[in-house]
Every structure is written in structure tokens, then in C-alpha cells.
């Protein structure tokens, strides 16, 4: 099976300390990425971990597709514990890091301890010689602790512009916290590129808690993956296809969710918005001035966007965040929502989560639609100033306060697709162990549908869904593993999966569900059962079909996962 290769580099930031550790074991049974990460993760982080105190871990990590030049490789996978959900969470980004983070000749970086001072972790491909006996295993890697003190709470374009002028080295080199990591936000999102980010759950307030403001990737010694002809013929058809994501992003689906009322408006009181042309993605599509895409990928998705008008300049807004901003805050003005977007990226937050929060505001006190309060809002979040120091905790935290209802899953704001309308995609926010995300297993594409017809559900009622559920979560891990973009999906089948990783489909699916009930077990241990498998709202069947979807993954009845489903998964764990 293809995976990726290197050690890992374990960097504790408390001690000024780095150390390479061999997991060519855990390598080849996890691929790399988000299973990679979910392994060590549950190996070395403590189960009562607080994941804002030192002994909570980050770790970042490749796949062997970004030893490729394949399109829809341009991205990488962080895992932690979620300052947000306090359960274990993976998100991953695009951009244009992971071929400089594969330079350093590591699979993983480990992020563990706190620093007493904000710093810059410089992390390349060179060893400390004094420490080295010529081996691979005992050398240590020389990574360098740069104190910043004059980039306390500086902006995310801020800290890259130091980066460059310091160091020559671009953001696509980077990771960056803004102003809301620092602060702890529980939302805060983890930059690269500048404007891509690591961005549900929290992860930048991790790195915020450990005092680090950046990480830079630099190097030349990517290890040599083989991957088959395969990559070339892939590569040519993204760069040949016409779907309208190429002119439009995500918010191409923007019209037509709302028209079948899946689009959460007012925060959730509605489901469907009056003043979507305002917001379309024809409006989007209007304001974008060049191509836009991640590294070595022909599809070009992405969004770069200016207003004329005013010189506004920023990437997106995608859908869920014009979802967020948008309609659910009761905006129908696309150059208020992109400049929504804009602060997010420069202050570091996650965009649906902020755009929620936000929209519950608006709703405790009827102010939707009310722009410059938005953009007031999500400066006093960043810097946790005035209201902003309460929002900055997330909706699950401060809903009562606020005298709204609960619009989240474990913990994480909803994105669009709502499952009031999508029943499938309501039981996978409910079982997703991320809480609310709609990329866990992304089942909405076969409910709107955006698939063959012969592939695709009725939106209403779970009958034959929990199956689907759990096969596309299981591939959800392979593709955050392999690293590979969801949007590949009308490019990469079964056997092409099959054919660049150099397994079968079956066995891929395996070591998916062997990760999701690692991630499962690991809340366990933190609290997590049935009870929290719930969304707030009412789906036909949906306790009988939670039932069905724990049978499917041999979990217990009440949501945890018995030691029989773990058996594989430890014996690779505890090897280590």
C-alpha cells in the first residue's frame, strides 16, 4: 500500500526541544494524514488532556499524493483535541504548503508543551550533528525557536509579511494564528497560504495556547513515493473538465439549496433566504478577477475576489460562509459577506463557526441584516473586546445567555445543507465525531443530488442511509489520509483509489472505520455516548436509525466502541 514516508518530528515548544521518532510501522497501515494523526494522536495525547493546556498535542501531516503533481493533492491534515467540541478533530486545508512540508523529509510534526513566550518554530530538513551517529533514527532535527514578542496579536498578513522579509520564505511555507488564536478563541482557525485554512474546531487556539504564533516548512528532502502513470490522466481531465465549481466554487449549489430549502437563514429560524440574488453565486461569480487554485491543481476552484467599487479584495466567500454571513445573519449584499470573509482570514477564525455565533447575536437582540455590526462582531471575537469575550466561547457555551436556542452538534456550529431538509445529512451530523461538520461524510451530494441518479437518496427520511453513512465517512478518512480534495470525487472512483494506493477498495474502507472508531473511542474516554450523537431537531426514524448505524460499525448501543472493534488498531498503536 502506498503511504507516506519519513519519521516523525516530535517539537516541544515548553522545552525548546525536537526529536525524530520512526513510525514506518504506523505508516504502513494508516497511509498518512488524518489517520496518521488520529493514531499518534490517540497514542500519545492523554485521554483527560485539556486542549488548551500543554499536555493536548497538534499534529500536522502529509500523505503520499503530495509527492505527487497530481491535481486535488494540494492539501494537508492537522489533528488535536478541539478547544470547541473537547473531543478529538481533524481538519485539513489547501493551498500551497504540503509540497514544502513534505521537504523537511517528515510525514508528521508533533506540537506538544507551552512556551512562555509567543514564538516562530522554524522547521526544515537539517539535523543537529553533534547529536547524530549517522543514522536516521538518532539524529535530531534542528529546529529553531524564534521569540516574537512584537507580533503579539498581529494580524495573519501581518505575520507573514515578517516571515517573508526575515526569512524569504512565502506563506506557502507557513502556519499562522491570528489575533483569535492568541487569544484562545474557541473557533480560532489555523491559516496557511494566508488565506486557507485549518479552519473547524478550534485547532488555532491550540497553537495559541502553546505560545506559537507561526511554523514555517522548508527544505529539500521530500522522500520518493511511487505512484502509478495514473496521476497524469487524472490531472488532464481536471484540467479538462467544465463543472461550474471552475467559475463559481461551492457557492455554484447557492441558488438551488435554497430553492429546495436547505439553505439556513435567520439563524435557522427559516430555510430558505428572500434576498438570495444578492448573495448567488452569479454575484460571486462577478466579482472574481482571476483563477484561483491549490498547489499542482488544474481544477482551479477557488475564488479570488475584488469589488471595484470600494478595492476590497479577499478569497471566496465560499458557500458555507456566504451561508453564514449571508443569509443566516440576514445579509443580502455579497460585497458585506466578502468582507466578512476577509477579517476572518486576517484574524484567524473559522468562518461558519464565526458566522453562526454572530447570526445568534443578531437574533438576541433582532439586528439581522445589520452589516457594520457584523464586521464590529467578529473584531470584538478576535481580540475577545466588550460581547466579543462572551461569543468567543462558541453558541454550545453561551446560548442560555443569549436566550437563543442550541444550533450545534457536539459542540460545532452547523454549516448549510441542513438536515431538516436532507435527512442523511442530519444523521451524519449527528454521528459525525467532529460534531457539525458537513465534510465528515459529506452525504448531501446524494440528497440535493449532485450525483448520478442511479446513486442518489430521497432527501426525506433515513431508509438505506446509515449504511451509505458509514461507507462514505470510512472513505472521508482515506481521501484526508492519502491527502486528497472532496472535489475529486467526480474524478477519483473506487478503482482508481484502488489503483493509486495500492490497495483494495475494501481493505481502504477497513482502515477507515478502524479510524473513526479510534476517534470515537478517544472521546469515549472523554464523556462522549449516545447522548451526544443528537441534532436539534426532529428526523423521522432517527433513533432507529442511529441504532442501524452503530449495528454497521459494531459499536454498543449506547454510542461507545466495545475493545473487539479496536483490536487491530491498538496492536498497531501499542507496537510503536
Known amino acids: 500500500m502506498n503511504h507516506a514516508r519519513g519519521p516523525l518530528c516530535s517539537i516541544d515548544v515548553g522545552e525548546r526541544t525536537a526529536e525524530s521518532v520512526p513510525i514506518d510501522d504506523i505508516l504502513e497501515s494508516s497511509i498518512g494524514g488524518r489517520a496518521l494523526g488520529t493514531r499518534l494522536a490517540h497514542d500519545r495525547i492523554p485521554f483527560d488532556a485539556d486542549p488548551l493546556g500543554p499536555d493536548n498535542r497538534l499534529y500536522f501531516a502529509t500523505g503520499p499524493l503530495q509527492h505527487s503533481t497530481m491535481s486535488f493533492t494540494g492539501r494537508m491534515s492537522a489533528t488535536g483535541v478541539s478547544p470547541l467540541t473537547d473531543g478529538l478533530l481533524s481538519s ?98 489555523i491559516m496557511t497560504s494566508e488565506e486557507r485554512a485549518f479552519g473547524r474546531g478550534g485547532l488555532g487556539a491550540v497553537l495559541g495556547a502553546k505560545g506559537v504564533k507561526a511554523i514555517t516548512f522548508d527544505g529539500d528532502s521530500t522522500r520518493e513515493v511511487e505512484l502509478p502513470p495514473l496521476q497524469m490522466e487524472i490531472h488532464g481531465e481536471a484540467a479538462q473538465s467544465e463543472n461550474p465549481m471552475k467559475a463559481q466554487g461551492t457557492t455554484s449549489v447557492t441558488e438551488y439549496a435554497n430553492m429546495v430549502e436547505a439553505l439556513p437563514t435567520r439563524y435557522f429560524s427559516e430555510r430558505s433566504f428572500e434576498g438570495i440574488e444578492g448573495v448567488s453565486g452569479d454575484r460571486v461569480e462577478e466579482k472574481k478577477y482571476k483563477k484561483g487554485t491549490c498547489s499542482s491543481c488544474a481544477f482551479a476552484c477557488k475564488l479570488p475576489t475584488r469589488d471595484e467599487e470600494s478595492g476590497l479584495e479577499t ?119 467532529r460534531g457539525a461538520d458537513h465534510m465528515y461524510a459529506e452525504f448531501y451530494p446524494y440528497e440535493y443530488p449532485l450525483v448520478d441518479a442511479d446513486d442518489a437518496f430521497d432527501k426525506a427520511g433515513l431508509e438505506g442511509k446509515p449504511p451509505k453513512v458509514v461507507e462514505l465517512e470510512n472513505v472521508n478518512v482515506i481521501k484526508d489520509s492519502a491527502v486528497l480534495c472532496k472535489f475529486s470525487r467526480d474524478f477519483i472512483t473506487e478503482e482508481r483509489l484502488e ?51 452503530y449495528d454497521e460499525r459494531g459499536w454498543n448501543d449506547d454510542g461507545t466502541v466495545p475493545d473487539a472493534a479496536l483490536e487491530g488498531s491498538t496492536d498497531i498503536v501499542a507496537d510503536d
Not at 513534505?102 to 512562555?116: C, K, L, M, N, R
Not at 512565502?170 to 492568541?182: D, K, M, Q, R
Not at 489503483?499 to 476517534?519: H, K, N, P, Q, R
Request: net charge negative; with cysteine; charged share 25%.
Open 92 to 189: 485539513n486545508a489547501g493551498g500551497f504548503l504540503s509540497r514544502n512540508f513534505t521537504g523537511t523529509g517528515y510525514s508528521a510534526v508533533e506540537i506538544t508543551g507551552a512556551s512562555d513566550e509567543v514564538v516562530i518554530v522554524h522547521v526544515t530538513d537539517e539535523v543537529d550533528e553533534s547529536h547524530s551517529s549517522g543514522s536516521e533514527t538518532a539524529s535530531r532535527p534542528r529546529v529553531e525557536f524564534e521569540p516574537v514578542p512584537e507580533l503579539a496579536e498581529a494580524t495573519v498578513p501581518e505575520t507573514c509579511a515578517y516571515i517573508e522579509d526575515e526569512h524569504g520564505l512565502g506563506s506557502e511555507h507557513t502556519v499562522v494564528i491570528g489575533p483569535a488564536g492568541e487569544n484562545e478563541v474557541r473557533f480560532a482557525s
Open 315 to 433: 478569497e471566496g466567500p465560499e458557500y458555507e460562509t456566504l451561508m453564514a454571513f449571508g443569509p443566516n445573519s440576514g445579509v443580502d449584499d455579497i460585497v458585506d459577506v466578502m468582507q466578512s470573509n476577509k477579517l476572518c482570514d486576517e484574524l484567524g477564525l473559522d468562518t461558519i463557526s464565526a458566522g453562526d455565533t454572530v447570526a445568534a447575536y443578531l437574533d438576541s437582540v433582532d439586528e439581522f441584516g445589520n452589516a457594520a455590526l457584523i464586521h464590529d462582531l467578529v473584531e470584538q471575537i478576535a481580540y475577545r473586546e466588550g460581547v466579543g469575550d462572551l461569543l468567543a466561547e462558541g453558541i454550545d457555551r453561551v446560548h442560555d445567555e443569549l436566550g437563543v436556542e442550541n444550533w450545534t452538534a457536539k459542540g460545532m456550529e452547523f454549516p448549510a445543507h441542513d438536515g431538516r431538509t436532507l435527512n442523511g445529512q442530519g444523521l451524519a451530523f449527528a454521528t459525525s465525531n
Open 499 to 549: 489503483t493509486l494506493l495500492d490497495a483494495d477498495y475494501d481493505e481502504l474502507l477497513a482502515i477507515g472505520g478502524e479510524i473513526v472508531s479510534l476517534e470515537r473511542h478517544f472521546n469515549n474516554q472523554r464523556g462522549f455516548d449516545r447522548e451526544d450523537d443528537a441534532v436539534p431537531y426532529e428526523i423521522p426514524d432517527f433513533e432507529q436509525g442511529l441504532e442501524e448505524y
